[in-house]
């Protein structure tokens, strides 16, 4: 069947993230005050899998393999 | 009151994504076969607004005005 993921991948809490420091300032001199702004990386894409588990059991080792780096990164999956 | 602001960028359908292509193929050379990969910026954040409404206005104009680029970029609001 085919499956739609999505993978969320955030910094780890605590990790240093000058680009969200950058956007932050950005949106202040814009006039606005914004507190915890995190950045985050979304992959969308279709999955020929056999089932909803086997589809996340692939996009988790797709995001230990590729996309996420486990020293700085955290990940979330979602199967549609 | 403090509102959780997500604000998702995609590029418009259509749109050139060479990361997207490169990812997709990395992909495939671990052994598995994915099809419209696409990729994301999320940012979340907290604002202070009068109410939820407020809330997504000012993240629109900080869409419009920052993050998005109109010519490219498609945008979701979710406020929370």
């Known amino acids: 069947m ?4 999505i993978i969320t991948i955030t910094l780890k809490e605590g990790m240093l ?4 420091e950058a ?6 001199h814009l006039g606005y005050t ?3 702004l995190a950045t985050a990386d979304q ?3 279709t999955l020929d ?3 909803k588990k086997q589809a996340e059991e ?7 393999r590729l996309l996420a780096n486990p020293v700085i ?8």
């Not at 956007?23 to 202040?28: H, L």
């Not at 692939?58 to 230990?64: D, F, K, L, P």
């Open 23 to 28: 956007i932050q300032r950005a949106i202040a």
């Open 58 to 64: 692939i996009a988790r080792s797709i995001c230990e």
């Open 2 to 5: 085919k499956c739609d993921v």
């Open 43 to 45: 992959f969308r894409f």
């Open 73 to 80: 990164h955290t990940y979330t999956i979602e199967v549609i």
């Open 17 to 20: 993230n000058p680009e969200a």
């Open 49 to 51: 899998a056999e089932d």
């Open 34 to 36: 914004t507190d915890r």
